[in-house]
């Protein structure tokens, strides 16, 4: 079945520095990719999503590839802040399974 | 304001209790999912429904019930037979299969 594996963490960044966050799938079909972020005690917010592939999403500074041949969409950030401490989840949907699968998070601490 | 809602955001219950968690959209959204976080594991699919009066199992629906009678809503049933259901749920929906999923804030279960 569809899967989706991203970088465990935490991650610990010190305030402006380069962010990656890695993240991998498999699907049978052909899905689109989103990044969602979750604050403590909050649902989830879409960060931003790519619907085929080389298709280039970004949204706050954040900015992620779809890439087909490596079935791949990892996440970057060229300067990471304080207020970008949270929880990062990686998601893909298709038609194939109607249904909308995580990764299993990846907490990042920014260090001032 | 069009989103999401899902109350309470805390609920405590006994052991061997049923209870019932609200899910209420005004997006016109076609899909709705619930999903379980516990700490470590990300989010986990219980059920979800593509269309009124139509729903599936996710991965994890031993113990879960739900109905899908309004498009707007869709309850989801804790029931005595759910081994550990202490845990956060979260809800969500889309406007069709394959975009982009809206969150609620979450409903922090606790059984004792």
């Known amino acids: 079945g569809d899967s989706v594996t991203q970088m465990e963490g935490p991650v610990t960044l010190s305030e402006e520095a380069f962010l990656t966050i890695n993240c991998t799938y498999t699907?049978?079909?052909?899905?689109?990719l989103f990044w969602y972020v979750q604050y403590p005690g909050e649902g989830l917010q879409l960060l931003l999503k790519?619907?085929?592939?080389?298709d280039k999403g970004s949204n706050k500074g954040f900015e992620a590839t779809y890439r087909k041949e490596t079935t791949s969409f990892h996440l970057e950030k060229g300067s990471v802040q304080v207020s970008d401490s949270a929880v990062y989840f990686c998601?893909?949907?298709?038609?194939?399974?109607?249904?909308?699968?995580f990764g299993k998070g990846t907490r990042l601490h920014i260090l001032p | 304001d069009g989103g999401i809602t899902q109350s309470p955001k805390y609920l405590f219950r006994k052991e061997g209790q049923n209870v019932t968690l609200s899910c209420e959209q005004n997006?016109?959204?076609?899909?709705m999912y619930w999903y379980r976080q516990d700490p470590g594991q990300g989010l986990r699919l219980i059920y979800y429904?593509?269309?009124?009066?139509?729903?599936q199992k996710g991965d994890i629906a031993e113990g879960y019930s739900v109905s899908r009678e309004k498009k707007e809503s869709f309850p989801l049933t804790v029931t005595s037979a759910q081994k550990n259901p202490t845990a956060f749920y979260l809800c969500?929906?889309?406007?069709?299969?394959?975009?982009?999923?809206?969150f609620g804030q979450g409903t922090r279960l606790t059984v004792v």
């Open positions: 969500a929906s889309s406007f069709e299969v394959n975009t982009e999923a809206f």
């Open positions: 699907a049978t079909g052909y899905p689109s």
């Open positions: 790519a619907t085929k592939a080389d």
């Open positions: 998601a893909l949907s298709d038609y194939t399974s109607a249904k909308i699968i």
């Open positions: 997006l016109n959204h076609d899909a």
């Open positions: 429904s593509q269309i009124v009066n139509d729903f």
